[in-house]
């Protein structure tokens, strides 16, 4: 999933989760330490005058932040009010470790790296990990195939994610066409005409212009693009619902055409070995903080950076045209005043646009822009498990789900670890983690939103959503017998009463969200921004984008700093060459109120 911008969970005692057997359900609560290594990279020295940055939140993007400006010379302190990773990190489930063993290990919602990420993979390899020539990115494992199980007895389809070692000699547009409909053909069981359709429409889409995208696509619901109100039940839950609710969690009638086919487009390429950094589909080999953000956090001390958790951003004060000061809340709860000659905006956009002050927001206009960007719902329950499943080696996407969950079992792909030997209390052999995407659809078993349930329905009833995908065709693959314990993120709130909360949000893509991301540089010249809403060539609230987003602060903030050193990379998302004159010649007929030359209507 996406997977986004910040990172995810190691929080501080006094939250809450939960833990269910097969006929009862208790509670335990999460907290996480990081347990950081210390990397032994020297800290670069810091200059002590104009170069002192104040990164506001921990997440992804913050950290990138941190780590680019660090290489750079700069003293850089991050302000986070939790704990490090955001919505990216790991945590620990309280009370479960036994016998000195680990805590379960529990998340936001799982990892998914795929291939056609590439600033956040350079960063990986740029944070030491012990025994990795390649440092964090060793730890990057390829799942070997994904499944759309279905429900009501339906035959659920499982599919091999191809690689490595495979790349198109050419992809002209009618060689795509082949590629896509044979993919479509092998994996998804439509009539031919609504294959050939779509095949037909991911063409127009391959093949437009930027201009196009950006002024027509970015106006047009995926739903209509798709003309998916004229098609089968199959072809609207798969490539409709199933693309959009679950991948980029919005609905398909509301989704930008632009966002979902640059996404799509990505993923072909990728599968057909073309512009990829690695697999379609690719996870870390240990629970994130283990992974990535211990390791990492050791990295950015050893660089010089500091770290202030527990201090909460209130305002960012501007005068002058300049950002004067930053109001925070100590861990004690004490008012402060931090100062720097530079302010990073890391936050995500729900929490970031309410630390903005008058002025500043007076002082560049852009900003306003950024309280029409929607968030929503998507996270995480895991289940423990104390038999292993015979699940897929990979994630799975529930499509007939009305939750709209995707999952995968995790220990199978954690080959350093014996779970059952590492963590908790002995028994549960594997962790079953799901993402549950729609918040606001009846369920199964009550008839009720995941928000009008209290935390234990929302388990019970993801559970029985679960095994109504999974458990259909006659053989048991979920059993209550084995179900050990579950987990459900704390920032969610509130649940089963009339006000539930989610500390944690999605950037979701509505028609015209495009237009109203902002840039990293603003008029504001000491203050920045950093987050998965950020504009960025990958048009999806992702950890790339966060990464990517980043990047793109540090280099403005050293185009204004008059600074010498290299600028960060930004690299954006593959275009095929073959693909390129055809997007030429769709701008001219663009441009002279033409259809592009795929598009039969």
Same mark, same amino acid.
């Given at each position: 999933?996406?997977?986004?911008?910040?990172?995810?969970?190691?929080?501080?005692?006094?939250?809450?989760?939960?833990a269910l057997s097969a006929q009862a359900l208790t509670a335990p609560e999460?907290?996480?330490?990081?347990?950081?290594?210390?990397?032994?990279?020297?800290?670069?020295?810091?200059?002590?005058?104009g170069r002192r940055v104040a990164v506001l939140g921990g997440g992804v993007?913050?950290?990138?932040?941190?780590?680019?400006?660090?290489?750079?010379?700069?003293?850089?302190?991050?302000?986070?009010? %939790?704990?490090?990773?955001?919505?990216?990190?790991? $945590?620990?489930?309280?009370?479960?470790?036994?016998?000195? /063993?680990?805590?379960?290990?529990?998340?936001?919602?799982?990892?998914?790296?795929?291939?056609?990420?590439?600033?956040?993979?350079?960063?990986?390899?740029?944070?030491?990990?012990?025994?990795?020539?390649?440092?964090?990115?060793?730890?990057?494992?390829?799942?070997?195939?994904? $499944?759309?199980?279905?429900?009501?007895?339906?035959?659920?389809?499982?599919?091999?994610?191809?690689?490595?070692?495979?790349?198109?000699?050419?992809?002209?547009?009618?060689? *795509? %066409?082949?590629?896509?409909?044979?993919?479509?053909?092998?994996?998804?069981?439509?009539?031919?005409?609504?294959?050939?359709?779509?095949?037909?429409?991911?063409?127009?889409?391959?093949?437009?212009?930027?201009?196009?995208? @950006?002024?027509?696509?970015?106006?047009?619901?995926? &739903?209509?693009?798709?003309?998916?109100?004229? $098609?089968?039940?199959?072809?609207?839950?798969?490539?409709?619902?199933?693309?959009?609710?679950?991948?980029?969690?919005?609905?398909?009638?509301?989704?930008?055409?632009?966002?979902?086919?640059?996404?799509?487009?990505?993923?072909?390429?990728?599968?057909?070995?073309?512009?990829?950094? +690695?697999?379609?589909?690719?996870?870390? @080999?240990?629970? #994130?903080?283990?992974?990535?953000?211990?390791?990492?956090?050791?990295?950015?001390?050893?660089?010089? !950076?500091?770290?202030?958790?527990?201090?909460? !951003?209130?305002?960012?004060?501007?005068?002058?045209?300049?950002?004067? +000061?930053?109001?925070?809340?100590?861990?004690?709860?004490?008012?402060?005043?931090?100062?720097?000659?530079?302010?990073?905006?890391?936050?995500?956009?729900?929490?970031?646009?309410?630390?903005?002050?008058?002025?500043?927001?007076?002082? @560049?206009?852009?900003?306003? %822009?950024?309280?029409? *960007?929607?968030?929503?719902? $998507?996270? +995480?329950?895991?289940?423990?498990?104390?038999?292993?499943?015979?699940?897929?080696?990979?994630?799975?996407?529930?499509?007939?789900?009305?939750?709209?969950?995707?999952?995968?079992?995790?220990?199978?792909? &954690?080959?350093?670890?014996?779970?059952?030997?590492?963590?908790?209390?002995?028994?549960?052999?594997?962790?079953?983690?799901? @993402?549950?995407?729609?918040?606001?659809?009846?369920?199964? *078993?009550?008839?009720? #939103?995941?928000?009008?349930?209290?935390?234990?329905?929302?388990?019970?009833?993801?559970?029985?959503?679960?095994?109504?995908?999974?458990?259909?065709?006659?053989?048991?693959?979920?059993?209550?017998?084995?179900?050990?314990?579950?987990?459900?993120?704390?920032?969610?709130?509130?649940?089963? #009463?009339?006000?539930?909360?989610?500390?944690?949000?999605?950037?979701?893509?509505?028609?015209?969200?495009?237009?109203?991301?902002?840039?990293?540089?603003?008029?504001?010249?000491?203050?920045?921004?950093?987050?998965?809403?950020?504009? !960025?060539?990958?048009?999806?609230?992702?950890?790339?984008?966060?990464?990517?987003?980043? %990047?793109?602060?540090?280099?403005?903030?050293?185009? /204004?700093?008059?600074?010498?050193?290299?600028?960060?990379?930004?690299?954006?998302?593959?275009?095929?060459?073959?693909?390129?004159?055809?997007?030429?010649?769709?701008? &001219?007929?663009?441009?002279?109120?033409?259809?592009?030359?795929f598009d039969l209507g």
């Amino acid at each position: 999933m996406p997977g986004t911008g910040n990172s995810r969970r190691t929080f501080l005692a006094g939250a809450g989760a939960t833990a269910l057997s097969a006929q009862a359900l208790t509670a335990p609560e999460a907290a996480a330490a990081p347990q950081a290594t210390r990397a032994t990279r020297a800290a670069a020295p810091a200059e002590p005058h104009g170069r002192r940055v104040a990164v506001l939140g921990g997440g992804v993007a913050g950290l990138t932040a941190a780590h680019e400006l660090a290489e750079r010379g700069y003293a850089v302190t991050v302000y986070e009010r %939790r704990a490090l990773g955001g919505k990216a990190r790991s $945590m620990d489930v309280p009370g479960s470790a036994r016998g000195g /063993r680990r805590p379960l290990p529990a998340e936001h919602g799982f990892r998914f790296i795929p291939g056609i990420y590439h600033n956040l993979p350079d960063t990986l390899r740029r944070i030491p990990f012990p025994g990795n020539a390649n440092g964090v990115w060793d730890n990057l494992v390829a799942p070997r195939e994904m $499944m759309f199980a279905r429900a009501g007895g339906r035959e659920d389809l499982r599919a091999p994610i191809p690689w490595p070692g495979h790349s198109s000699a050419g992809l002209t547009p009618e060689e *795509l %066409r082949r590629a896509l409909t044979g993919i479509l053909e092998t994996f998804v069981r439509l009539q031919p005409h609504e294959t050939a359709y779509f095949v037909n429409r991911a063409l127009v889409f391959l093949t437009s212009c930027d201009e196009r995208r @950006d002024e027509v696509w970015e106006r047009t619901p995926w &739903w209509e693009f798709t003309r998916a109100a004229q $098609m089968s039940q199959e072809y609207q839950r798969i490539l409709a619902i199933g693309i959009t609710r679950n991948i980029v969690a919005t609905k398909a009638e509301e989704a930008s055409t632009r966002t979902v086919g640059t996404l799509g487009e990505a993923f072909v390429f990728n599968l057909l070995g073309r512009g990829a950094d +690695g697999p379609p589909d690719r996870i870390l @080999d240990l629970p #994130t903080n283990e992974a990535w953000i211990d390791p990492w956090e050791a990295h950015l001390r050893s660089l010089g !950076v500091e770290f202030r958790i527990g201090w909460t !951003v209130r305002e960012v004060r501007c005068a002058g045209g300049r950002v004067s +000061g930053v109001a925070v809340e100590d861990p004690e709860g004490a008012r402060r005043e931090i100062t720097a000659d530079h302010y990073v905006s890391a936050l995500p956009v729900e929490h970031a646009r309410r630390t903005w002050s008058a002025a500043l927001r007076a002082a @560049d206009p852009m900003l306003a %822009r950024c309280d029409r *960007l929607e968030t929503d719902w $998507m996270t +995480g329950i895991q289940f423990y498990l104390t038999e292993r499943a015979p699940l897929v080696h990979g994630h799975f996407n529930c499509i007939d789900s009305p939750w709209s969950l995707t999952a995968i079992q995790q220990a199978g792909h &954690w080959t350093s670890r014996d779970f059952a030997a590492d963590y908790g209390d002995g028994r549960a052999v594997d962790c079953l983690s799901v @993402d549950i995407s729609e918040w606001d659809k009846p369920g199964i *078993l009550y008839g009720k #939103t995941a928000k009008q349930c209290t935390r234990e329905e929302v388990a019970r009833e993801v559970w029985a959503q679960l095994k109504a995908s999974l458990n259909d065709t006659g053989r048991a693959v979920l059993t209550d017998s084995a179900l050990h314990s579950w987990f459900l993120d704390p920032g969610v709130d509130g649940l089963g #009463t009339p006000h539930p909360t989610n500390e944690d949000e999605l950037l979701i893509h509505p028609v015209g969200t495009f237009h109203n991301r902002p840039s990293a540089g603003t008029r504001i010249p000491n203050f920045f921004l950093s987050g998965d809403y950020v504009a !960025v060539d990958i048009d999806l609230a992702t950890m790339e984008g966060a990464n990517a987003s980043a %990047r793109a602060a540090v280099n403005s903030l050293l185009d /204004r700093d008059g600074s010498k050193a290299e600028r960060c990379v930004v690299r954006p998302l593959y275009r095929s060459p073959e693909v390129e004159p055809a997007r030429r010649h769709d701008l &001219w007929r663009y441009r002279l109120g033409l259809r592009n030359v795929f598009d039969l209507g």
